[in-house]
Nanobody
């Protein structure tokens, strides 16, 4: 019973920046972790960045130092600030949330519909 809505995707020139946002709504006790995945044409979906409730973060090596994930727990939102974008960052970006209804552990994962990010050379 969680809906994730992504926003902020679009077309940007190489070297530019975009800020993706994902807002969670619905009925749940808490969200233990949120993450951004991406899938480029002809490639498998990969983890880009993840942030947990303790604010620990993980990044793919390809984006480390360029992307920053942040989370507003009170608003159940997650952001991905993407700087120094490269054409190889072009992909559909998906928001993911690990949702708990009990307050103990994760009950299920929820996915957004995805937002297109296109970086021109």
């Amino acid at each position: 019973q969680v809906q994730l809505v992504e926003s902020g995707g679009g077309l940007v020139q190489a070297g530019g920046s975009l800020r993706l946002s994902c807002a969670a709504s619905g009925t749940f006790f808490s969200i233990n972790a949120m993450a951004w995945y991406r899938q480029a044409p002809g490639k498998q979906r990969e983890l880009v960045a993840r942030i947990i409730s303790g604010r620990r973060t993980n990044y793919a090596d390809s984006v480390k130092g360029r992307f920053t994930i942040s989370r507003d727990n009170t608003k159940n939102t997650v952001h991905l600030q993407m700087n120094s974008l490269k054409p190889e960052d072009t992909a559909v970006y998906y928001c993911n949330a690990a949702v708990s209804n009990s307050g103990y552990g994760t009950d299920f994962n929820s996915w957004g519909q995805g937002t297109q990010v296109t970086v021109s050379s």
